[in-house]
Structures are given as C-alpha cells and as structure tokens.
C-alpha cells in the first residue's frame, strides 16, 4: 500500500505542476494578483509531493520491498544501506525522479529568496519551472513510473545494484552533477520571464547572476567529483576520458562558463542581452541533451539508465517543444535586446565576447563528436563507431589555450576602452615572467625538457600573475595592501579564486598528461618492480570477506631509494548476488604525485597481472575545480544581488574599482 502512496503523491506533483504552469503565467499577463499570489504556495505544494515521493521510494529499498519493479532491479537485501538510498538514483527511474525533486528544490528556493523581486516577474519564473516540472512529472507517470509493481509473483531478492555503483563516489557525484544540472533550469526560467515580460534590463542581469553562479559552481564539483570517481573506481589511471555520456555535462559546463560572464557584462554595460538570453536557452537544452543521452537507449554505459526508445522519444520531443518554443520566443523578442552602449575594439567587452565564442565553439566541438557517431550509424545502419581523445584533445587544447590569453587579456582591460599602451604596461612583465618560469619550472622538477610542460605552466602562470597584477593595480591606492584587500568587493574576489582555480587545473592537466608514467607487469608473491624513483614489492594475498562480496586483497610495500613509503592494499571483488567482477586500486595520494595499483587477475602459476602508475600533479586537477567552484560560492555572497533596488543602467558608472564582473 505504501508504495500507492508515492504514485497518489507523484499524480498530486503533476497537478500542481500543470495548475502552476498556466495560472500564474495568466495572472502575471493580465494583471490578477490573485493568480499571481498562486505561484509561491503551489511551488511548496509540488516540493511537499515530491519529497513524499522520495521518502516512500527511499522506505521502499529500505525494507527490501521487491515487490516495487524498481527496487527489484536495483537492490539486494545483502546490500548495504547506504547503498540502498543511494540506489533511488542507480536506476532511469528513481534518477528522474531524483531529477524532478531537485529541480522542485530550486523551484522553491527561487519562491523563497525572491521577495525583492516584482510579484509578477516571480510569478512568470515559477509558471515556467512549473512546465518544466509538469513534462518531467508527466514522463514518469507515462513512462517511467519508480513505483510500478511486480504482482503476484514479486521476487524473493533483487537482482543487486552495479558493482561500480557500489561506491562512496556514486553516493556524491550523481547528487552534486544533477543539482547543477537542474540549476540551469533557473537562470532558463529567468530568461525566458524576461522575453515574456519584455524587461531585459540590468535588474534581471543582477537578479538571474546569483543562481547561475550557483548552478555553475555546484556543476563544477558534480564534474570534478565525477573525474575523480573514474579515476580511481574504473582503474585505468586518468581522469577524463570524452566519455559520451560524460561529455554533456563539460557541454553545459562551458555554455554555463560563458553564460556567467556574459550575464555580468549585461548587468554591468547593458550589452550582451541577446547573447545572454540565448546562452541561457542552451545551456537549459545542453541539460535536457543530456538527459536524453542516457536515457534514450542510444548508448550502453554504467552512466546510462535506459534502453527503451519510447522513453527517449519522449525526451526528444520534450527537449524540441521546449527549445523550439523558447527560440522563437526569443526571435520574436528580438527588438527589445538592443544594446543601450557602445564599447571599442579594445575593451573589456570583446574580450570577453571572445572568450565566449570559444567557449561555445568548444561547447559545439564536444557535441558533434559525441553525437557524430550516433548520428553515423542511423543514417548508414552499420556499426557505431568512436571518435575518441585525440579528435577531442587535438580541437580542445588550442581553443582552451587561446581561453586563456585573453582570459589576461579582459582582466586587466577596462570597460568601453582600452589602449594597447596601458595593456602593454600592465601585462608585459607578467608575459615574460610567464614564458621564462614555463620553460624553468617543469624543468627544474623533473630534469626533462617538454614543450607541452612549459607551454602549460606558462599558460598557467599567465593567470595567476595577472591575477597578482590586476590585485595590485586594484590596491595601489589604498594606505595598506590589507585594507585594499578587504575593500574588494566579493563578487571581484569570488573572479579572481575562479581564475586562479582554473590555472591550478591547467597545471595540474598539462604536467600530469605529460609526466604520467605506467607499467603493466605479471608478479608472483615476492617478486619487485621499479617504476620511476619507486620500487614496489607484492607481498602476496589474503581472501576476505565483505558485507555482500568475496575479496582477495594484495598487500604492496613500496620503497623509495630503499626508504619505506606506503603499504597498498589493491582488491579484486566478486558481489555474492550478481556474481560480477569488481577491482578496487590502491592509491597513495600525494599534493605532487599519486602512486596507483589496479590488481589484474591470477595466473595458473601464482602470479598475479597488475597495472602501476605514477601521476604527477593529478590531484591539482580537483584542487582547482574546488576552487573555481568556491570563487562561485564567494561571488553569490555579494551583497549587491541581495540589493532592493536596482539603478538604472543609464546612471550606473564604470567606477567602481573593487568590482570586476567578468566572472562568476
């Protein structure tokens, strides 16, 4: 009876979801307060149904209710708890209806933290939402229902969840990449109650900013915990692989990227608004593309949930009525996103319209060789082929190098005009310092000369000494650098982290993808390697037993210039209920290097395949997603978006020198 519940609950959602997406839009557009007062409690209404929803489907697994069809394919009742709340998102169902709760969550507060706003602009934001929730609600009820049932004949266990689900990074990545996700859909809702409302000004600018900085700095952790996850659980060693299901999140990650700076220079210089708008209709359909992607049966992936046609149909059509409709919202709009200011060829402006079409060209790259092969093997009917990293690396790395110069190009810039002068006085020294310090640096820690090395710590260090520059220049003024520091406004420091957080992944990308080191070797029990500066000794195996799988552990002692580093410990896993393989690495982890063991499988002699890796700098990759993530948090924190009131783009100056919007 309790999962009836949770489909009575589900229905409910829809309703509300339906009633909130027409009567508020009709009372915002003819003016009835009482529709418009409609929107706040409806959007509490659908969270209340969805959370209800959650919790009977969390009861279910719980209980080992295996009667639910959903929790039959995705739990066991050896499987541990965690594992079993955290299989409600293991599956397509229970992960859309992850998806829709967390879409509810940001739909409520938008309700919340919206009083400053105009009643009917919030009313507009939350009607749209409201669509969104009424498609996502309806796709489930239709096709997709968590609660359907396996009656009479229920089974006595269920079938397990995936063995490389079964993983402290499942429980963290699916949740923090959805929230991002589903973000987007905000800053689209805003955009798209602009277009309606006709008010393309900087208020909306100011008040969109905050949720799409906070959309983007959740979606950075989702990626950058994503990586890590693979990296350590799927055993080869890396950390991106333009995996093409993972390639729609760095899709919507880099439209995001230049939708925050675009949305900063619209509230700032009232320039951009077409551009800002439609960035935002992109990045809500690189969200939905996504989906769609792991959800149509197009791909066989741990990362994709569904193999039924319909259901991808279904998003399909969706995903087309929904961008469909808002671009020609957004061609009908057209005469009201005019730019109120002009701006040189040499301004902060075109740098950073520069930046954005390489983002989006990027963005454009990624997608066409995710999709080209699928695309290929429907029209020909023959196999699917791959297009892999090179195609990727070989379009991505130039564009991402020339990101970053003008990235030190538009910081130091200023608004409307710039002289060549003043950019050659403020960078010049930064440049050389750069170029001398890329060709020392990789160097001087590894002995090895390398082009790509220098050309990415020069690239790196390109950001963060104009970082410094722009800090100092910024301060010179103030009687101490202290209270300079503290005259910054957040959003400029929350910039200047993001940056300096995207230098430190650079670093870390380049010197890891060049001094990487790996050796495949067969060892018997007291046999050694050496690898590197290292020298790692198998000491043999144990078996082991676990809550719902049998293991053999190996034990490794590893010696650097005969001094004792780390024992490791790599794991080969069989899961009682599914019988499926697992391999657990082993991993040192160091601020410089990783050591990492992927134990193979054992020979009839005794000895045992293993893969061993030395990573330089690879944990400098997550490093700096974290703090590109936290420039985000520090720029929603802003004290000016939190403003009643907002000046008019005519009388805002270009002044205000603790304030550079050209990031999140």
């Not at 973000?183 to 809702?189: E, P, Q, T």
């Not at 992936?301 to 059509?317: E, K």
């Not at 520090?634 to 009388?651: C, I, N, Q």
């Amino acid at each position: 009876m309790v999962p009836e519940l949770g489909q009575f609950a589900l229905i409910l959602a829809f309703c509300l979801c339906a009633v909130l997406g027409t009567l508020p839009l009709a009372g915002a557009a003819t003016g009835n307060r009482l529709w418009i007062g409609l929107a706040r409690p409806l959007t509490a209404g659908v969270f209340v149904f969805l959370s209800l929803c959650m919790l009977i489907l969390g009861y279910s697994f719980v209980t080992d209710d295996f009667t639910v069809m959903f929790v039959a394919q995705h739990s066991n009742s050896l499987l541990p708890i965690q594992y079993k709340l955290t299989a409600i998102w293991g599956g397509h169902e229970g992960s859309f209806l992850f998806w829709t709760w967390m879409l509810s969550g940001w739909m409520l507060s938008v309700a919340i933290f919206s009083k400053a706003m105009p009643d009917d602009f919030v009313a507009r934001v939350l009607g749209i939402m409201g669509v969104i929730g009424a498609g996502y609600t309806m796709f489930m009820i239709a096709t997709s229902n968590p609660f359907d049932r396996v009656l009479p004949l229920a089974p006595a266990d269920g079938a397990d969840l995936n063995s490389a689900l079964q993983d402290i990074g499942f429980i963290v990545h699916p949740p923090s990449l959805y929230m991002g996700y589903v973000g987007f859909s905000v800053v689209f809702a805003f955009a798209i109650a602009a277009l309606l409302s006709g008010r393309l000004d900087s208020a909306w600018a100011r008040w969109s900013r905050p949720w799409a900085n906070a959309a983007w700095a959740i979606l950075t952790i989702g990626i950058a915990l994503g990586s890590w996850w693979a990296y350590y659980e799927l055993g080869w060693g890396g950390w991106w692989a333009w995996d093409p299901v993972e390639n729609p999140p760095m899709i919507n990650w880099l439209l995001g990227t230049a939708l925050i700076h675009s949305l900063a220079v619209t509230e700032k210089r009232g320039v951009f608004k077409s551009w800002t708008v439609l960035l935002a209709i992109l990045a809500f359909a690189a969200s939905l593309l996504g989906t769609f992607i792991t959800r149509s049966g197009l791909l066989t992936s741990v990362h994709a949930f569904a193999a039924d046609p319909t259901r991808g149909i279904y998003i399909l059509g969706f995903l087309g009525l929904a961008i469909g409709g808002s671009l020609l919202l957004f061609a009908l709009r057209a005469p009201l996103m005019k730019s109120e200011f002009g701006f040189a060829a040499v301004s902060r402006e075109v740098f950073l319209l520069a930046n954005n079409i390489i983002l989006v060209v990027a963005s454009a790259a990624i997608l066409l060789g995710t999709l080209y092969p699928m695309v290929y093997q429907a029209v020909s009917g023959g196999d699917l082929i791959s297009v892999g990293p090179p195609y990727f690396n070989v379009i991505f790395v130039p564009l991402m190098s020339l990101l970053v110069v003008f990235l030190g190009l538009g910081a130091v810039s200023r608004w409307k005009k710039t002289s060549v002068a003043y950019l050659r006085q403020q960078l010049t020294w930064v440049a050389i310092a750069s170029v001398l310090l890329g060709l020392v640096l990789p160097l001087a820690l590894t002995l090895e000369f390398s082009v790509g090395a220098s050309l990415a710590t020069a690239l790196g260090l390109w950001i963060v000494l104009g970082i410094v520059q722009d800090i100092r220049v910024k301060t010179a003024n103030k009687p101490t650098r202290l209270e300079g520091l503290k005259s910054l406004a957040l959003a400029y420091l929350g910039m200047q982290i993001a940056h300096f957080g995207f230098a430190v992944i650079l670093l870390g990308a380049g010197l890891t993808s060049i001094y990487s080191v790996e050796k495949s070797v067969l060892l018997a029990p007291g046999q050694s390697v050496e690898l590197g500066h290292y020298e790692f000794h198998f000491e043999g195996t144990e078996h082991l037993s676990g809550p719902n799988y049998e293991a053999e552990r190996a034990t490794f002692q590893v010696l650097r210039e005969g001094s004792f580093v780390r024992e490791l410990h790599p794991e080969k896993r069989v899961y009682v209920a599914s019988r499926t393989p697992s391999t657990e690495m082993a991993i040192d982890a160091g601020f410089t290097r990783d050591l990492f063991i992927t134990l193979g499988d054992e020979r009839e002699s005794g000895a045992w395949s293993m893969s061993l890796y030395i990573k330089p700098f690879v944990r400098w990759v997550w490093l700096g997603a974290i703090l590109m993530a936290l420039g985000g948090v520090v720029a929603v924190t802003d004290k000016r978006y939190r403003r009643l009131k907002v000046k008019a783009m005519a009388r805002e100056t270009d002044t205000a020198d603790g304030y550079q919007p050209s990031a999140s």
